[in-house]
C-alpha cells in the first residue's frame, strides 16, 4: 500500500531494504514511509524483526542492501553517532542508562559541554535540560542517581536524552512494556504533544489499544516482511490484530462450562514470611478443583509471588498445610513438589523458568534429566533428549531453528512455549501459571490460553496469577482476589464484574460489598 | 626514643610503604572504573621494578641525582607497554580479565629474573643502584612547628606526589568529559555505546593508564625501598594495592587512604620494635602483618563494596 506524496515530507523513507544475518533475512525488501509529524506505530508479533529495523534506522545495523533516506536525503549511517546527527534517536526497550550517574551526567553522557581542557560544564547543560524537562512535561529529578528513581522517571532521561540532542525524529520500542497504567496514559499525552511541535515518532509494540489511541499510521511486519500500512483511524483492533498474526485472533478464549471434581489443592491456614521477615500471605484458605481454572487477582506485590512460591516449594510456609492431590506437600523440596504433581509456569521465565544459554532441547529436560529415559547410570542421552525434544517442537509450534539452538536466542513467546511444553508435557495434577502472557503479544496470548483450559479439560487443576483482569475474567472459572496477602473473597467468573473484583482488590472483602448491596437493595 | 621521634619513624616509613601502593591502586581504580579487571598490577610492577632499575644503574652517571626520577618514568613507561598485552587481550580478543592479568603475573617475573641473568653475568639479582630515592625535607612547610617535623622532614617526596594524585585523579574521574566517559564505559558499556562514546577507545585508555602507574609504583619499589632488583622485589604488592583499590571502593581517594592504611602495616616490620605495647611481638607477626591485613579487609568489604556494574565483563560491538 503505497500512497503518493512529495518525498520531502517523508521524515524516513526505506526502499527494498533487507537486513541479513548469515541465511536469515531478518527484514525483506522493506518499503516504508514515516510522515513527518505524525506518530507511525510499527506492529508485528516478537520475532517479526521489528527490532532489526529499528537497529538499521538508528545507524546500529547496516542494511545488507536497499537504501535508507532521512528528510528526503539518501543517507548511509555507519554508527549510532550517524543517526544522531540527523537527528534520529531511539527509547531503547532496556533503557540504556548509567544507574551510578545522576540524571543529568546521564543526559549529556557524549554530548557534554565543557570549559576549555575537557572540564565538565553541567550547568551549562542543566538550563537546557530543565527548559526540555519544562516544554514537553517531563519531569525529572536532575540530581537524584538513575537508580534511585522510578522506572516512569528512567523512560522520561531516556526522552530528555534524544530531545537534549535535538533529535526530530524518535523512536520508541515497546515504551509501555514496563510503564503503569498512570505513567503510560502521561506517555501517551508526551508523545502527541511532540508530534504537534513538528516530531515524528515511531512507535513499535504489540499493544493494539495504545495504536488506537495515538498513531496515525499503523504499518504491520510479519516475519521480516511488510503486510501493509493502514490508516489507524479506518481500521478496527480486530483487523490490526488479523493483520499481525496473518489469521483471525480470537480475544476470548472458547471454553466449555467447567465440570470441577474433588480438591487437587488443598491450603489451609497458610502464612508465608519473605526474606526479611516481613509476613506476605496472612492465614490464606482455598482449593483448587480437579477441571477448573481458579485464578487469582490482585495488584502486584499483595502476596501473589510468596503463595505461589511457598506452594512450588521455592520459599517455607511458616505456618498452615498444603495438600497437592491427597500428599501433605508443605515445605517439602522442590523436586518432591515436583513428583507429586505440580507443574509450575514461573513468574519470570528467564530467571527462574528456563537457562537461557542452554539449548531447547536440555531445557526441555531439566525436570526429567535425572531419571531415564533421559539419562541412565548418570549418563544423559542426548539422543533421546534431543527426538524428545523434536516432538515437542512440532507438537507445541516452538518456533526455533533446531532443538539444538540456544534458548537464549528463542523470541519471548517462544521461550514460554518451552517452558509450557516441559510442564503440560508431564501432565501434572495442578498447573500454576503466574502471569504467563506478560510481555507476550495477541497471537502468543491466544495459544497460552488455550493450553491452559486443554490442561482444565483433560480433568486437571490450574491455578491461574495474573496482574491482568482480562486475562483472569477470560481463562478462570472461579476468581480468587488476594489483597495484602489475604483472601478478599472467591467468585464465579461468570457472575462478577471488573467493578465487584476492582473493590476486592482495593481491600473490600466479598462479604461486606454483599452486605452494602443487600442495604442497597432492601431499601 | 621519645614519642615524638616514633610519631616521625612511622609517619615517614608508612609513606615510604605506601607510596608504591598508592601509584598502584590508582591505576587499578582507572582501569576498572572503565570496566577492565586488572589483577595483572602485580606483574606490571615487576616490569616497572626491573626496568627502572637497570636504567638506574645503566645511566646514573649520565643523569646523577635526576636518575631516580627519570627511572620512575621508565618505569611508568614501561609498565605502561606492558599493560598493552592486557588490554588487546581484553578489549579486542574478549579474553577473560583474570585469566589475562594471571598471565601478566606469571609473565613478568620470569621475564625479569631471565632479564637480570642475562644482563648481568648469570647473576640473580642486579647490582644495587647508586642513585636511590632517599628521604628529604619539603621545603617551607617543613618549617611549620610540630607537623612540619612529623609530616614533612625526612620524607619521601613522590609519596606526596602519590596523595595529590589521588586527589588529582578524583578530579579527572569526576569532573572532566574524559572521566565521565571512562567511568560510563565500565558501568554500561552498550548504552556509552549507543551515544556514541567508542568503548573500545576508552578501555584501552583505562588499561594503559593503570599500567603506567602500575610501572610507577614498582619503580617506587626498586628506587626507593629494595635498592635493587631481585624476585622478592615485589611480593604481594601489586594484590596489596588492588586490595586497597576495593577497601576504598573504587574511588581514587578512598585508595590512597587505603593504601596509607596498607603501608603502615607493612611499616610494622620495621617500627614495630619501637611501638611501646607491641614492641615485644615476635618479628614474624610484623612481617605476616600486611598479608594478613589485607585478607581480613578484603574478607570484610569485598562484599559491602560496589565495583562499578560492567566491570570484568566483555563489550561485544554489535555489526
Known amino acids: 500500500m503505497q500512497s503518493n506524496f512529495d518525498q520531502a515530507s517523508c521524515a524516513i523513507e526505506l526502499k527494498h531494504m533487507t537486513k541479513a544475518f548469515g541465511d536469515f533475512k531478518a527484514n525483506n525488501d522493506i518499503n516504508l514511509k514515516i510522515k513527518k509529524g505524525q506518530i507511525h506505530a510499527l506492529l508485528g508479533e516478537n520475532g517479526a524483526g521489528k527490532s532489526t529495523m529499528m537497529n538499521v534506522l538508528s545507524g546500529l545495523y547496516q542494511p545488507t542492501s536497499g537504501d535508507v533516506f532521512v528528510n528526503g536525503e539518501k543517507v548511509a549511517m555507519t554508527s549510532s553517532k550517524d543517526a544522531n546527527n540527523l537527528g534520529i534517536g531511539m527509547v531503547h526497550q532496556h533503557f540504556m542508562l548509567v544507574d551510578d550517574f545522576t540524571v543529568i551526567e546521564n543526559i549529556v553522557l557524549g554530548a557534554e559541554p565543557t570549559k576549555a581542557a575537557g572540564i ?71 508523545m502527541k504533544e511532540m508530534v504537534q511541535e513538528g516530531k515524528s515518532i515511531i512507535l513499535i509494540t504489540h499493544k493494539l489499544d495504545e495504536i488506537k489511541e495515538v498513531a496515525d499510521e499503523c504499518t504491520v511486519i510479519r516475519r521480516g516482511q511488510i503486510i501493509g500500512s493502514v490508516l489507524v483511524k479506518n481500521s478496527s483492533e480486530q483487523q490490526l490484530a488479523d493483520m499481525m498474526v496473518g489469521r483471525e485472533v480470537s480475544f476470548k478464549t ?81 523436586r518432591k513438589v515436583t513428583e507429586a504433581g505440580l507443574g509450575h509456569i514461573p513468574e519470570d521465565r528467564q530467571r527462574f523458568g528456563l537457562i537461557l544459554p542452554m539449548t531447547v532441547s536440555e531445557n526441555i529436560a531439566l525436570q526429567s534429566y535425572y531419571c531415564k529415559p533421559d539419562s541412565a547410570h548418570g549418563v544423559l542421552k542426548y539422543n533421546y533428549m534431543n527426538e524428545h525434544a523434536r516432538h515437542l517442537i512440532e507438537q507445541f509450534d516452538i518456533r526455533t531453528s533446531s532443538e539444538k539452538s540456544e534458548t537464549g536466542a528463542l523470541s519471548g513467546g517462544n521461550q514460554q512455549k518451552v517452558i509450557i511444553a516441559r510442564e503440560v508435557e508431564r501432565n501434572p495434577k495442578l498447573l500454576i501459571a503466574a502471569n504467563p502472557t506478560r510481555g507476550l503479544d495477541v497471537g502468543a496470548i491466544e495459544y497460552i490460553h488455550k493450553r491452559l483450559v486443554d490442561q482444565r479439560d483433560k480433568g486437571n487443576g490450574v491455578l491461574l496469577v495474573s496482574f491482568s483482569l482480562d486475562e483472569i475474567l477470560n481463562v478462570s472459572d472461579r476468581i480468587l482476589v488476594m489483597h495484602n496477602g489475604e483472601n478478599m473473597g472467591i467468585v464465579e467468573a461468570s457472575r462478577t464484574s471488573e467493578q465487584e473484583l476492582g473493590l476486592m482488590m482495593a481491600g473490600t472483602p466479598l462479604d461486606k460489598i454483599k452486605k452494602s448491596k443487600r442495604k442497597v437493595a432492601d431499601k | ?235 604481594g604488592q601489586g594484590f596489596m594495592a588492588l586490595a586497597a583499590m576495593i577497601f576504598g571502593k573504587w574511588n581514587p581517594i578512598g585508595a590512597m ?47 559491602k563494596s560496589t565495583a562499578p556494574k560492567a566491570d570484568g565483563e566483555t563489550f561485544i560491538k554489535s555489526k
Open chain 2, 257 to 303: 587512604f587505603a593504601a596509607l592504611f596498607f603501608g603502615f602495616a607493612q611499616s610494622l616490620s620495621i617500627v614495630g620494635a619501637y611501638i611501646p605495647i607491641i614492641s615485644g611481638w615476635n618479628d614474624v607477626v610484623f612481617k605476616v602483618a600486611p598479608y594478613l591485613i589485607t585478607i581480613v579487609v578484603l574478607a570484610f568489604f569485598i562484599g
Open chain 1, 254 to 334: 472458547d471454553k466449555t462450562k467447567s465440570k470441577p471434581g474433588e480438591a487437587v489443592l488443598k491450603i489451609e491456614n497458610l502464612s508465608v514470611k519473605d526474606s526479611q521477615k516481613v509476613e506476605r500471605v496472612k492465614n490464606l484458605s482455598f482449593n483448587v478443583r480437579a477441571g477448573e481454572v481458579l485464578g487469582i487477582a490482585g495488584v502486584d506485590g499483595n502476596g501473589q509471588s510468596e503463595l505461589v512460591q511457598a506452594i512450588s516449594g521455592l520459599e517455607k510456609s511458616s505456618s498452615g498445610s498444603i495438600t497437592l492431590d491427597n500428599q501433605n506437600i508443605t515445605n517439602l523440596k522442590v
Open chain 1, 120 to 190: 565538565l560544564n553541567l550547568k551549562q547543560a542543566r538550563q537546557k535540560i530543565m527548559d526540555l524537562s519544562e516544554k514537553y512535561h517531563l519531569e525529572i529529578d536532575p540530581d537524584a542517581k538513575v537508580r534511585d528513581i522510578s522506572v516512569g522517571m528512567q523512560q522520561r532521561v531516556e526522552i530528555l536524552k534524544l530531545l537534549y540532542r535535538d533529535a526530530n525524529i524518535l523512536i520508541f520500542d515497546e515504551p509501555t512494556a514496563v510503564l503503569t497504567p498512570s505513567e503510560i496514559t502521561e506517555l501517551m499525552a508526551i
Open chain 2, 1 to 235: 626514643m621519645n614519642t615524638m621521634t616514633i610519631l616521625m619513624t612511622i609517619v615517614s616509613t608508612t609513606l615510604i610503604y605506601a607510596s608504591p601502593l598508592i601509584f598502584t591502586s590508582l591505576g587499578g581504580t582507572f582501569s576498572e572504573r572503565g570496566g577492565i579487571v586488572n589483577v595483572g598490577l602485580e606483574g606490571i610492577m615487576v616490569i616497572g621494578a626491573f626496568a627502572s632499575t637497570v636504567f638506574s644503574i645503566s645511566f646514573n652517571e649520565t643523569f646523577g641525582a635526576a636518575t631516580p626520577w627519570l627511572a620512575l618514568i621508565v618505569g611508568g613507561i614501561c609498565g605502561l607497554l606492558f599493560s598493552i598485552v592486557h588490554a588487546v587481550a581484553t578489549v579486542n580478543l574478549r579474553a577473560n580479565h583474570i585469566i589475562s592479568g594471571t598471565v601478566l603475573n606469571m609473565l613478568a617475573p620470569a621475564a625479569a629474573v631471565f632479564l637480570t641473568k642475562v644482563i648481568y653475568d648469570g647473576k640473580g639479582q642486579t647490582p644495587i643502584i647508586q642513585q636511590n630515592m632517599s628521604t628529604t625535607d619539603i621545603p617551607l612547610l617543613s618549617k611549620i612547628p610540630v607537623i612540619g617535623d612529623i609530616f614533612f622532614s625526612n620524607t619521601l617526596v613522590i609519596g606526596w606526589i602519590g596523595i595529590l594524585l589521588a586527589f588529582a585523579s578524583w578530579w579527572v574521574l569526576y569532573k572532566t568529559r574524559f572521566g565521565l566517559r571512562l567511568r560510563s564505559v565500565g558501568e554500561n558499556p552498550e548504552a556509552a555505546d549507543t551515544l556514541g562514546i567508542s568503548v573500545y577507545k576508552m578501555r584501552y585508555s583505562a588499561v594503559l593508564i593503570s599500567g603506567m602507574l602500575g610501572g610507577i609504583g614498582g619503580a617506587i619499589m626498586s628506587q626507593a625501598i629494595t635498592l635493587n632488583y631481585n624476585v622478592s622485589t615485589i611480593a
